[in-house]
């Protein structure tokens, strides 16, 4: 018999008398404007929340805090005078040396700063972790309460990878303290769009 | 009510004093209070350590002698817990009160006339609280409650003391604290050091076990706290008459 | 010390590492509050969800039905993740899973890899394995990565390096990574491990990581971090293997929910990790594998009293919570999986080695009240100790004073005389008790006898009623 045939059997043999699933439709409690939670939970997590008009306004961060020299990508075309558009079917291996990624959302979470993106957001799969500094714009009116409501955005989208994205990368693993940067981006900035 | 006391065997051996203090409380509020001369033991020593398939003589001697009472009450939380759930028989167990519940929920005491003018540390233990529910636990996000504070709230000035832990484990744990003495002894320091940290006069606890244990390292390290079972706060015993 | 434990060590138990963890009273001081800081910001982030218990009782549910259909769900799974060009491997035990995560390099000539987190390929013991069949392994979770380079195993399953000080890892890095001498600054060595694995990340071939969730509705498998670390590697590598034990089964996508939101807040107090990442295809050009393990699972599924076990989500509140954990540390208990948890697992998979761990607690309850999925683990540590004294597991001579014990607290007469005597000798001949033999006596006192038992009391001042 093989592995397969014997694990099923085993657990067909050995597993308890089913019970309902549990109705989760309404378990969240949202007693709060989802736009200042997402910003005031972004703070906490090491991200930084910027709110804009339109996208003009990216494009003059990007000038003001990174220079000529340093390698800066994104998705959105509206970016091109400052970033290169084209680097999706690249070997992910060349992405080593980017300095900023902009990237857009398709919705974010208010009650962890969760954003969702899949691969056709993401560029590439390794894209917003391989970068040095990471942004992304949102629409301000795309922020939903908590997950049960991004599930329920979801639904039963296909993608191949998806990817919630809160905050800078982290750890606390040398004596619990804080480090911001570990092996993903260093930085998260939220453009939040009206 | 007639009531039979079921007292722990290490409180009937070393602590008679909890014993008295629970039998005259009761008296007080108007119970007829029985003490079956032929009990024993409920049995956890021996089903905590594994050997619960040793316990039915342990159990059927239970039930022998706690049978025709209306109410069954025992000063301690763990004997309590225990019995309401390994022993078996719905008709017993659903008689059986720890001290403090059976005060608050079925006398409903709520005019203590005592005093006791000190600064007192509540120890939680830990069958009573979250086996029993006799307070709220601090893991759970919802409302608080205590019936033991609702008690000692009734006494005249006697101050609560705020710990940093409320309710972490003293580290008695039964046989444990001869198998893993190190341990059970260093559990036990650092409840004393969060007393002593935040002003505890005298040490109480609805459970002799925890207070035995703890009473021990107070007396070898010559700590400045006295231990009173919670029935003899309530009884209205004074610390003078502690016989330490 | 080797391993976090050397060859002497792993045969001594937990009430004898606890003892010598404790032998360092500052440290064991910090190691305690440490992780009891940990615990208070799971408190305050469950706090801030009025439906939190609501959460846990769905969640207790959902994880319920997922064990009650596992073998439905599995298949289901099995099927989703094949159409959507994932290969899906099964393996009976350690050694398989070992033998098939070998298979899979080998045949791709690939004698070099990277880890993400995984508590079962500590329980499988893969990288011994993958190492002694020629293959080179490097952790990149940092904190594995500090123990891996020490030669210790993990002492927490969240927090692997969580009972080594700054000081401890400053030393660690200079001698491996070159890091300045004496420099122990958390920043400082995050950044110099971050160059030291991105070089690893850009030039490996194979990545392995763990399965945090495995959705049976859909064949997607949900990957959580807050270093990058699982992604990294998973997306720059050629080939892609996920392990996982079969009961990180989900029955359906929106459940994520659910478990998404009690993960991290139990874990460390965070809303949700830094990255959650869900594998549904493998990145094009890529070969994505799955490992699916029993390895005791479906044994431990058949025992009515101990299946809640494998509700577990892997979150380490219990840990965090245990006042015996955080005063003797993850290596006292032998296993990959340490803490109430491991108790209450480990001794499926081997009840001789682990018949220590069910008894070293006191049965707070404090455990059962954190965990998310809402398993009884206080209970299930109270029916193993049973089931260990049934099976044999227990010393002899515990044996024989347990069946004294019995007979003395069957027979009232005979208490009555043993209490009697026993005050007595405390009384006049005291060293009898408070000697070096005797456990109690070597850091308290023991209980200053009385002159007369309650009952003795009551005959005489209630007439025996």
Redesign the interface.
């Known amino acids: 018999m093989d592995s397969r045939a014997y694990i099923l059997e085993a657990i067909a043999k050995n597993q308890p008398s089913s019970n309902p699933l549990p109705d989760i439709s309404s378990i969240a409690v949202v007693d709060y404007d989802v736009v200042e939670k997402f910003k005031t939970i972004l703070e906490g997590i090491g991200g930084q929340a910027i709110e804009i008009q339109n996208l003009d306004e990216v494009v003059s961060y990007v000038k003001s805090y990174f220079n000529e020299g340093q390698r800066i990508i994104s998705t959105l075309p509206e970016l091109a005078s400052v970033a290169e558009i084209g680097w999706q079917n690249q070997d992910p291996h060349t992405l080593e040396n980017v300095e900023l990624n902009i990237l857009r959302a398709q919705f974010g979470v208010a009650e962890n700063a969760a954003l969702w993106l899949t691969e056709a957001q993401l560029g590439q799969r390794v894209a917003p972790f391989i970068t040095q500094n990471l942004a992304v714009v949102i629409d301000k009116n795309n922020l939903v309460a908590t997950m049960h409501h991004a599930y329920d955005r979801i639904a039963n989208a296909e993608y191949g990878f998806g990817l919630y994205l809160a905050g800078p990368s982290k750890t606390a693993d040398i004596e619990q303290s804080l480090v911001l940067g570990a092996h993903g981006s260093r930085t998260m900035t939220v453009f939040l769009l009206s | 009510m007639n009531v039979a006391l079921f ?1 722990p ?9 909890v ?2 203090a629970t ?1 005259e409380l009761l008296e007080k509020y108007g119970c007829d ?3 079956p ?5 409920c ?1 956890q ?11 039915h ?2 159990n ?2 239970f039930v022998e002698n706690f049978t025709g009472f209306d109410y069954i009450v025992c000063p301690s939380g763990s004997c309590t817990l225990h019995i309401k759930e390994h022993l078996g028989d719905p008709a017993i167990t659903r008689k059986c009160y720890e001290l403090t519940e059976f005060l608050t929920d079925v006398l409903v005491v709520d005019d203590l006339k005592v005093k006791f003018p000190y600064k007192v540390g509540l120890h939680q233990s ?2 009573g609280q ?2 029993l529910k006799l307070a709220q ?6 409302p608080p409650f205590s019936k033991v504070e609702r008690l000692l709230n009734q006494v005249e000035g006697l101050e609560l003391v705020n710990l940093d ?1 409320k ?3 003293c ?4 046989t ?13 320091q ?1 409840r004393l050091q969060d007393h002593l940290k935040n002003g505890t006069q005298v040490l109480t606890a609805a459970d002799m076990s925890c207070l ?2 703890m ?3 107070i ?2 390290e010559k700590l400045p706290i006295k231990v009173m079972h919670l029935a003899e706060i309530l009884n209205g015993s004074t610390v003078e008459e502690l ?2 | 010390m080797k391993n976090g434990r050397d060859a002497r060590t792993t045969l001594m138990n ?2 004898e590492l ?2 010598n963890f ?1 032998k360092d ?1 500052e440290r ?1 001081t910090w190691h ?1 509050e440490t992780l ?1 800081f940990v615990r208070k910001k799971r ?1 305050l982030a ?2 801030q ?2 439906e ?2 609501a959460l846990r009782e769905a969640a207790s549910q959902i994880k319920h039905n997922g064990l009650s259909n596992m073998h439905d769900y599995l298949v289901a799974f099995e099927e989703k993740a094949t159409a959507n060009g994932i290969k899906i491997h099964w393996a009976m035990d350690a050694l398989e899973h070992n033998q098939i995560v070998h298979s899979i390099l080998k045949e791709n000539s690939i004698a070099e890899i990277i880890k993400s987190k995984s508590m079962l390929t500590e329980e499988c013991h893969l990288n011994e394995y993958l190492i002694e069949h020629g293959v080179d392994v490097v952790d990149t979770d940092l904190g594995e990565r500090i123990v891996q380079l020490r030669e210790e195993k993990p002492s927490h399953i969240v927090l692997p390096a969580i009972h080594l000080k700054k000081e401890d890892v400053g030393e660690t890095f200079h001698k491996y990574l070159g890091t300045e001498k004496g420099n122990k600054d958390p920043q400082y060595l995050t950044e110099a491990a971050r160059q030291h694995l991105r070089e690893k990340f850009v030039s490996r071939k194979a990545a392995l990581t763990g399965v945090n969730f495995a959705v049976a509705e859909t064949g997607e498998f949900v990957v959580c971090t807050n270093e990058g670390n699982a992604d990294m590697g998973a997306h720059l590598a050629d080939v892609h293997i996920a392990c996982m034990g079969f009961e990180k089964i989900i029955p359906e996508r929106k459940h994520l929910g659910v478990f998404l939101r009690l993960l991290a807040r139990s874990a460390t107090g965070q809303p949700i990790t830094t990255y959650s990442s869900h594998f549904k295809k493998p990145r094009p050009g890529q070969q994505m594998h799955i490992v699916i393990v029993d390895n005791g699972r479906s044994q431990q599924l058949g025992r009515e009293d101990f299946r809640n076990s494998l509700k577990c989500i892997r979150c380490g509140a219990c840990m965090n ?1 245990c ?2 954990y955080r ?2 540390g993850g290596h006292s208990y032998h296993s990959a999986v340490a803490g109430p948890i491991g108790s209450i697992l480990a001794p499926n998979l081997d009840m001789r080695k682990n018949a220590d761990l069910p ?8 455990c059962s ?2 965990c998310p999925v809402k398993i009884d683990i206080h209970e299930q540590l ?1 029916k193993w ?6 099976e044999g597991h ?1 010393p002899f001579g ?1 044996k024989v004073a ?2 004294a ?2 007979f ?5 007469g005979v ?1 009555k005389t043993a ?1 009697k005597v ?2 007595s000798m405390m009384g006049l001949a005291p060293f009898t008790v408070s000697n070096g033999l005797n ?2 006596y ?9 002159k ?8 005489k001042n ?1 007439n ?2």
Not at chain 2, 176 to 188: K, N, P, Q, T, Y
Not at chain 3, 452 to 459: D, G, I, L, Q, T
């Open positions: 007292i065997c290490y409180v009937d051996q070393f602590y008679p004093q014993a008295i039998l209070v029985h003490f001369k032929n009990q024993t033991c049995g020593p021996m089903a905590n350590s594994g050997f619960e398939h040793l316990t003589g342990c059927e001697l830990c069958h979250r086996g636990m601090s893991e759970l996000n919802a832990r309710d972490e484990c580290g008695f744990g039964g444990f604290c001869v198998a893993e003495e190190a341990l059970s002894v260093r559990m036990g650092d035995m244990h009473e021990g390292i007396r070898r016989a330490v | 937990h009430a606890a003892e404790i009273g064991t305690d009891w408190d469950a706090f969800l009025p939190w218990e919570t006042p015996v005063r003797s008894f070293a607690s006191t049965l707070c309850g404090s009240n954190v109270y100790r049973q089931v260990l004294v049934k227990v515990k347990m069946q014990m019995t003395t607290l069957s027979h009232p208490f209490g026993g005050r456990p109690w070597k850091q308290r006192e023991m209980p200053a006898p009385p007369e038992s309650f009952r003795e009391w009551f005959s209630r025996g009623q």
